[in-house]
C-alpha cells in the first residue's frame, strides 16, 4: 500500500514537472497572455498574433476605467484572418469575447477604437485583453467531467494535450524550414544563372569590342 501510494506521489510530481517545463516554452506550446492595450481617443489599436492553421483561438477583451467605473466608454473591435476575412466584429460594448478555429495560416489581428459618442477631448483608455490559442484555450474542467476522470489521469490528460501540440508545432516549424530551404535554393539557383548570363555578356561584348577597334584600325590602315 505505501508503495502504491509513493509510486502514484512520484507519478503527480513527475507528471507536474513535466507540465511545468513544457508550458514554460512558448515558442511550441501556445499558452494564455494577458495584454494591456492603451487605445487612443481618436486611433485604433491593433494586436496581431501569427498562428497556424486548425488551432483554436478564445478571447476576452474588456474596457478598464478606475476613474469612472459607472460609465465605462464603449469600443468597436474587429478580428481579421490573414487573407482579411472578418472573423469577428462588435461595436458600442464594454466587454466581449470572441472564439474561432483557424483555417489559414498566418497573422491574425484584431483591432480596437474608441466609439466617436464617447470620445472625451481625446483621452485614451485601457483595455484588457486575455488571449488564449491552442491548449490554453481548452477547458479542462468540462472535459474531466465528459471524459469522468481527475487527479493523475486529468493531469496525464492535460499532457497528451500538451505533447500534440507541440507536435503540431514542430511539423509546422518544419514545414517552414523546408519552404525556406526551398525559396533559398530557388534564389540560389536564379543568382548563379544570372551570373553566368552576366558573364556571358561581358564576354561577348568584349568580344564585339576588340573586333570593332580592329577594323577601326584596319581602315585607318593603322595595322
Not at 485583453?129 to 467531467?145: F, H, N, P
Request: net charge neutral.
Amino acid at each position: 500500500m505505501a508503495r502504491a501510494l509513493i509510486a502514484g506521489a512520484r507519478t503527480v510530481f513527475f507528471s507536474l514537472f513535466l507540465l511545468l517545463c513544457l508550458t514554460c516554452n512558448n515558442n511550441l506550446v501556445p499558452v494564455a497572455e494577458a495584454i494591456w492595450l492603451t487605445i487612443p481617443g481618436s486611433g485604433t489599436r491593433c494586436v496581431s498574433e501569427e498562428i497556424q492553421t486548425n488551432v483554436v483561438v478564445l478571447t476576452d477583451y474588456y474596457v478598464i476605467d478606475e476613474n469612472n467605473p459607472e460609465h465605462i466608454p464603449t469600443i468597436s473591435a474587429r478580428v481579421t484572418s490573414p487573407f482579411g476575412n472578418n472573423l469577428h466584429h462588435n461595436e458600442n460594448v464594454s466587454h466581449g469575447q470572441f472564439a474561432f478555429t483557424t483555417s489559414e495560416t498566418g497573422n491574425y489581428q484584431a483591432c480596437f477604437w474608441l466609439d466617436s459618442s464617447h470620445q472625451h477631448g481625446g483621452a485614451s483608455l485601457t483595455l484588457g485583453l486575455d488571449w488564449k490559442i491552442g491548449i490554453a484555450a481548452q477547458d479542462w474542467e468540462s472535459v474531466a467531467k465528459k471524459e469522468k476522470i481527475e487527479g493523475v489521469q486529468l493531469v496525464l490528460r492535460r499532457l497528451e494535450g500538451v505533447v500534440e501540440a507541440i507536435h503540431g508545432n514542430l511539423i509546422h516549424l518544419k514545414n517552414r524550414e523546408a519552404e525556406m530551404r526551398e525559396v533559398s535554393e530557388r534564389t540560389n539557383a536564379r543568382v548563379a544563372w544570372f551570373s553566368i548570363m552576366s558573364l556571358g555578356v561581358c564576354i561577348v561584348v568584349s568580344v564585339l569590342q576588340l573586333w570593332h577597334l580592329q577594323r577601326f584600325f584596319q581602315k585607318k590602315k593603322l595595322i
